[in-house]
């Protein structure tokens, strides 16, 4: 009897937390998507983060003024790096998106912006 009403409730708790996660995944990456596309320059960083502050210093140096979203700083900020992971496969901070398109971390802005791919990216917009 005790292990019927112990399936039961498990059961229960199931069907109520799983929806409730999917949501709340759905909603970090709803918005992890639209910070990548409704920005030209979208840096995920950590407030805290030297490469963060590098890639930051990058920008300022090229005159451009990324959207920064610190993880750190928010309530979700671990989800949507798992999100991230899933969408580029990297954990890591900071991770730079120009018209959409993914560059990398701090090392990949560098390269891209002594290859001169940086500057075709922006250019596009
Ligand atoms: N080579 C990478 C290094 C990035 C890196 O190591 N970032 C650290 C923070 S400073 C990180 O993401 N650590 C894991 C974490 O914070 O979850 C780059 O140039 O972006």
Known sequence: MRS???????????FWVE????HANNSVSAFVQNVIYS????LFSKSYCPYCLRA???FA??????F????DLRDDGYQIQGVLLDLIGRRTVPQIFVNGKHI????DLSAAIQSGELQKLLSAS
């Open 39 to 42: 920005n030209r320059i979208a």
């Open 68 to 71: 920064v979203v610190e993880l």
């Open 56 to 58: 930051k210093r990058m």
């Open 61 to 66: 140096e090229l005159n451009e003024q990324p």
């Open 104 to 107: 990398g971390g701090s090392d």
């Open 4 to 14: 019927i009403a112990v399936t039961f409730t498990f059961a229960i708790l199931l």
């Open 19 to 22: 929806p409730l996660q999917i």
